[in-house]
């Protein structure tokens, strides 16, 4: 764990406490397996966006491709009668396609990533609108998926299994961005792509493997939300969610720059904005209030970073 | 003869431990046309810095129209009326003809808005482009404009700021013959106009044609005036030269073996006309040398797979390749160590550690995760073969020197299986001791049975490490040299394009 990742860490205690203390609902059991369960949720696509911000890239299609992946798993799996392994598999290669095509629109023809994934944006929700004819798609009373239903929202020992999943792809990917050769490269990528092909890394390769990646992962999380909500309106589904993403990679030490970031520091990041959500809602602060507090949290919080880096670079 | 609009008195520049400058004392006189010639290195930038103000002379005197300036900022120098015309063009290409000379000085109209006077600006801007015959209007976009054209407009630029001295830097290096010519005659205009002009240009013809006088400085020192009927080719060449070289040189351990590198025919996109062929031995150092900017830095990046080759071949032991990226060539055994090592060669923000195994992270890999372990053992081992210093592996490149900087690119290769290694400009922002351990490493490898191919413009390094050299020319090569035929002189004419008196080579 690096100093960042501590700072955080110790950002969130001291929060805790404070609302702990003032509202001791806040520690009840439920209360922590709601916030467990939402920072599962959100820890998988905030995972998978990281990667593409250590590119220097931006995936800002997040939302909309949990929207269109959730009402095309919902569709399948409900109306179609397709066995949801078959749902899910299926809807893990769409996001592999999807993240293909914007790293190849981005290295190949040399488009920017904010503008290839915004395009994503518009057009994934437009087409999950205009599939469902901008209804809502979920599941019919009485329709039942055990397994399925079990394995995404049960919970083992008490803990929510979309917390059990983020833990579980956080540890596969702290491998492999902090120990392989692909994650070397990767922050290589990142910092100077330049250097990195004077050095013989296939960056463009390099480049839309972390888009494959965001997606994948960002297809795993639709599956959860869609069986979180188990009903989907496709015009709202899912808004805003790549600002949480990148909100929590950059809480998390991930500078848009490219380069740099950890997987601990934006699960750290994640769990603030959860906690902090948390802490809006059952300190009785109105909830139209919400995103203020985000954005005041996150502004100081990099603000604060920056002086901090500022006066140990002084200090040596 | 006028009154000198500038002079220099005994101006003398010192950076710690080196006299960029000694003792230069020389004038300018209004409608006059000093050439400023000098090897690279010789001091003509920092000459140049201190007319345009950007750094105070540490002794001596400066005089405009004879008055003593004790301090001489950037605003001095404009305010004198001293313009640049720089080698790289520092033009907005997203904005067009008329804005880009009057930036930053926009003729304004409606009061507190600041709006710009677009028709007070084309109507300053008109006569200027009318004046030196430039061939394109007020609202041409720049980005539409050729390099030459460009070129004229920092020129037009210049003028727009009423200047009375032109300070132009290699102004022809991007100019086609007739472009040349163009420029040729705005400089005769402009003496016309009263108007002093310093041409620094490696093109020592276009200096005959158009200096009045011309002043040759060699390492910081001004070694010789000519005047206007004492120009020649020759002359400067003489002038120029004449240091002593230091004998750097070792030879090798045995005379060098089959050909390694072969570039035959090749034709890269700066100079799409002409082709290049040079063989380099394995166990030799092949020097590159030849003016900047004459497609040293384009071949060896067209060899290594960063710039496309337009045609020709690239073969190694005597097999063709086919390089379509530095991972191509990397797999071979063709490594380059480039010229901007700050930009390409390292990662900066990176630990020496990281940078060492980069290229070849899948041998310190198991089931394709790191081992940092066997990663920092041989960091640990080339710290110590190459003499890094530094407190540990672990410490950003971007902390040490420019020596340590690039014995860390060098570490890199050398942990690999080096069969071609290409060095461009080797030991630029190297200090004098780590220059010396690095020869003796481009000596070791060449030992070693690599081929190494040295791009420099350094002449001592050329002259002193080399065991051949090949001298390019404007995209071409203009010459070998046999190690003894090897000397300053004979590297620095075939360098200026000076085919016609060659002798035997």
């Known amino acids: ?316 | 003869m006028a009154e000198p609009f500038l002079e220099l008195v005994g101006i003398t520049k010192t950076f710690p431990g080196v006299a960029a400058l000694s003792d230069v004392t020389f004038s300018i006189a209004p409608g006059e046309v000093v050439g400023l010639v000098g090897e690279n290195g010789a001091g003509k930038s920092t000459l140049m810095k201190i007319l345009g103000g950007v750094t105070q002379p540490t002794a001596g005197e400066l005089r405009v129209d004879g008055a003593r300036r004790d301090s001489f900022s950037v605003p001095d120098a404009i305010r004198s009326g001293i313009a640049f015309v720089h080698q790289e063009l520092n033009l907005f290409d997203n904005l067009d003809v008329a804005a880009n000379i009057f930036i930053g000085r926009e003729p304004l109209k409606g009061g507190p808005l600041r709006l710009v006077d677009r028709e007070a600006l084309r109507a300053q801007v008109e006569p200027l482009l009318a004046r030196l015959k430039v061939g394109y209007g007020a609202r041409t976009p720049v980005r539409d404009l050729s390099i030459a054209q460009q070129q004229l407009l920092e020129i037009v630029k210049a003028l727009s700021l009423r200047s009375r001295l032109v300070i132009m830097d290699e102004p022809t290096s991007s100019l086609t013959l007739t472009e040349t010519d163009r420029l040729m005659s705005v400089i005769d205009e402009l003496r016309a106009d009263g108007v002093g002009i310093i041409f620094i240009s490696h093109r020592l013809h276009e200096v005959e044609r158009c200096a009045d006088r011309v002043v040759v400085l060699r390492d910081g020192r001004m070694v010789g005036e000519l005047a206007k009927g004492e120009i020649t080719h020759e002359r400067m060449i003489r002038l120029m030269i004449g240091r002593d070289l230091k004998s750097l040189y070792t030879p090798p351990k045995a005379p060098p073996g089959a050909t390694a590198l072969a570039i035959d025919d090749v034709v890269t996109s700066t100079y799409p006309g002409k082709r290049v062929s040079l063989e380099v031995r394995s166990g030799e150092i092949l020097g590159l040398a030849g003016l900047v900017g004459s497609g040293r830095t384009e071949l060896a990046n067209a060899v290594f797979g960063i710039e496309p080759l337009l045609g020709g071949s690239v073969s190694l032991d005597g097999t063709r390749l086919r390089i379509d990226s530095p991972r191509d060539a990397i797999r071979q055994g063709i490594y380059l160590a480039p010229e901007d090592r700050k930009s390409f060669g390292l990662l900066l923000d990176f630990p020496i550690v990281d940078n060492i195994s980069l290229p070849d992270l899948a041998s310190y890999a198991s089931a394709s995760l790191v081992n940092r372990g066997r990663e920092i053992e041989n960091a640990d081992r080339q710290k110590q073969r190459l003499n890094i210093r530094a407190p540990n592996v672990t410490t950003r490149v971007g902390t040490l020197s420019g020596g340590n900087q690039q014995k860390v690119v060098l570490a890199k290769w050398l942990s690999m299986k080096p069969r071609v290694i290409i060095f461009d400009e080797p030991t630029r922002g190297v200090d004098v001791g780590a220059k010396k351990e690095i020869y003796e490493l481009l000596r070791a490898l060449s030992d070693a049975g690599v081929a190494i191919l040295m791009i420099s413009s350094d002449m001592e390094e050329v002259v002193g490490v080399s065991d051949r050299v090949a001298v390019m020319h404007e995209g071409t090569i203009s010459g070998f040299l046999r190690r003894d035929e090897l000397s300053e002189h004979s590297v620095l004419r075939l360098a200026v394009g000076t085919t016609a008196t060659k002798g035997t080579a």
């Open chain 1, 1 to 316: 764990m690096n100093r960042k990742d501590l700072g955080l860490l110790v950002l969130i205690v001291v929060v805790a406490t404070i609302v702990a203390i003032r509202q001791p609902l806040f520690i009840a059991p439920v209360n922590i397996a709601n916030t467990a369960n939402l920072i599962g949720l959100f820890g998988l696509f905030s995972i998978a966006q990281a990667f593409v911000i250590i590119t220097g890239g931006i995936e800002l299609s997040v939302g909309s491709i949990i929207a269109l992946l959730g009402v095309l798993f919902v569709d399948l799996v409900v109306n179609q009668g397709m066995p949801w392994p078959f749902a899910a598999l299926l809807m893990i290669g769409l996001g592999a396609l999807m993240g293909l095509a914007h790293g190849l629109l981005i290295t190949r023809m040399k488009i920017q990533p904010f503008i290839v994934t915004l395009c994503g944006l518009l057009i994934y929700r437009g087409v999950a609108r205009f599939y469902t004819g901008d209804g809502t798609a979920g599941f019919t009373f009485g329709a039942s998926f055990p397994t399925l239903e079990w394995l995404t929202m049960g919970r083992s020992w008490g803990v929510p299994h979309s917390f059990i999943a983020m833990i579980v792809v956080a540890a596969v990917m702290w491998v492999v961005l902090h120990r392989s050769v692909f994650g070397r490269h990767l922050f290589a990528v990142g910092k100077n792509e330049e250097a990195a092909r004077y050095s013989g890394i296939a960056t463009n390769r390099v480049i839309i493997a972390a888009y494959v990646i965001c997606t994948v992962l960002t297809a795993i999380s639709a599956i959860f939300f869609a069986m979180y909500t188990r009903s989907i309106s496709p015009s709202s589904h899912g808004n805003f969610y790549e600002l949480y993403a990148i909100a929590a990679a950059v809480l998390g030490g991930c500078s848009l720059r490219g380069g740099e970031g950890s997987i601990v520091g934006v699960v750290l990041g994640t769990v603030l904005l959860q906690v902090l959500q948390n802490l809006v809602n059952l300190l009785g602060i109105p909830s139209s209030l919400n995103f203020a507090v985000m954005g005041s949290v996150i502004l100081i919080g990099v603000l604060a970073d920056q002086q901090i880096s500022r006066y140990r670079l002084r200090g040596k």
